[in-house]
């Protein structure tokens, strides 16, 4: 999750704003695809496309990427490029599982320990198939939190998506900058934002997605799933160009790869992720939801839509209480 850009600029003053501005002439317009994709190779592009993620802003790691400002991927888990149809959830969801155990990895964090129970809350008041609760820090758990210093300030949480071993993003890594160890530096609705961003954190590792995946521009990212022409433009730019421009040097089989990609799909009808059932497939159908991918000032308690959401993915156990009398 990330900081809304407007938020940051509002705080910083006049002299970041300028700074944005600055970047963003630099990096040309939306559909010149040649200031978006870091350095990322068009083998990178094709994998994370074909995964259903929008490219722009990826971070290579040297284990993976980090997309959509707080999502790590790992090399190993992306796939083949396919088709998916498309509040939006993952390929893989977690089985095998009543109780999910979570913990504040680090003892020294003591002011975490009630905003990761104020996440908690928020799941089991939802009333799903998995309970979830808080074990000690010397315990096992499946979900870690792990205070963490992004290399991006505006990044406020990582998480990652359950793997195809059915088993919950096993580390949630927070902003150790944003969020003091302390309990008593938690003022105001400090607690209340920090729990957000947990139980939004929590949400990748059972699977769910942003909310914004059909456009990102609602939330804070840019949107070039719906924007045509950055694609056409992308196929376009020649490798001379390319080379002169970046250093990168594509072969025609790569180019060839992402051609045949973009010319099978409409993509004005092509959703990069799988919606949920019974939620809006449109961003703008929740401005509330607890998994847009960028936060303001506000917290987001689950909306009607977001509990349409997990109780599909973990809808409640039946039970014996149905007894006819
Ligand atoms: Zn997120």
Excluded at 54 to 78: Q, R, W
Aim: aromatic share 10%; proline share 5%; hydrophobic share 35%.
């Amino acid at each position: 999750m990330k900081i809304r850009k407007l938020v940051c600029a509002l705080l910083l003053g006049i002299a970041v704003l300028s700074a944005c501005k600055k970047n963003d002439s630099a990096s040309k317009s939306q559909d010149d695809p040649t200031g978006k994709l870091n350095g990322l190779s068009i083998t990178d592009v094709i994998k994370l496309v074909g995964a259903g993620f929008d490219p722009s802003f990826t971070v290579k790691t040297t284990d993976g990427y980090l997309v959509e400002g707080d999502i790590f991927v790992s090399n190993a888990s992306l796939r083949d490029p396919r088709k998916i149809t498309g509040q939006y959830m993952t390929d893989d969801i977690v089985e095998n599982y009543d109780t999910i155990r979570l913990k504040v990895n680090d003892s020294t964090y003591t002011g975490w320990i009630a905003a990761l129970d104020n996440a908690i809350a928020r799941y089991n008041g939802v009333k799903l198939k998995l309970t979830f609760i808080r074990v000690p820090q010397d315990s096992t758990a499946e979900i870690n939190l792990v205070p963490y210093v992004f290399p991006d300030p505006s990044t406020l949480g990582q998480s990652v998506f359950p793997g195809a071993n059915k088993k919950p993003g096993s580390e949630i890594k927070l902003k150790s900058t944003e969020y003091p160890k302390k309990a008593e530096d938690y003022a105001g609705n400090a607690l209340s934002l920090f729990a957000c961003v947990i139980t939004h954190e929590i949400g990748h590792a059972i699977g769910m997605r942003h909310t914004d995946a059909g456009d990102r521009t609602f939330s804070c990212l840019p949107n070039l799933y719906g924007n045509a022409t950055f694609f056409k433009n992308l196929a376009k730019y020649t490798n001379r160009q390319m080379n002169k421009l970046y250093g990168v040097n594509w072969s025609d089989a790569d180019w060839n790869g992402i051609r045949d990609i973009y010319n099978g799909r409409n993509e004005f009808s092509y959703s990069p992720a799988a919606n949920i059932p019974g939620t809006p497939a449109t961003a703008n159908g929740d401005p509330g939801s607890w998994m847009l991918a960028c936060m303001g000032d506000n917290d987001r308690p689950f909306t009607k839509n977001d509990t349409i959401a997990l109780k599909y993915l973990y809808p409640v156990k039946k039970d014996t209480v149905n007894i006819a009398k």
